[in-house]
């Protein structure tokens, strides 16, 4: 099992941009789970197959919000 990616999200206003990136997010084959969290602004990603980050931030910020890798 691999550690889950960590994003930090940006431009999240309500309980439905959560969803709309955790939906952006599960919508990517590889993804298994994501849980977005709208205080801390990091999104919790776990993995089945190898997903490149630049797929992660590339959905997220297609659909309007900002997304980076965190460390
Ligand atoms: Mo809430 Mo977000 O009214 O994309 S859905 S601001």
Known sequence: NNPP????ITGMSCASCVRRVEKALTDIEGVRTAEVNLSTEKATVFLEDRVSLAELTEAVESIGFGAQPVD
């Open 5 to 8: 990616v960590i994003l930090k």
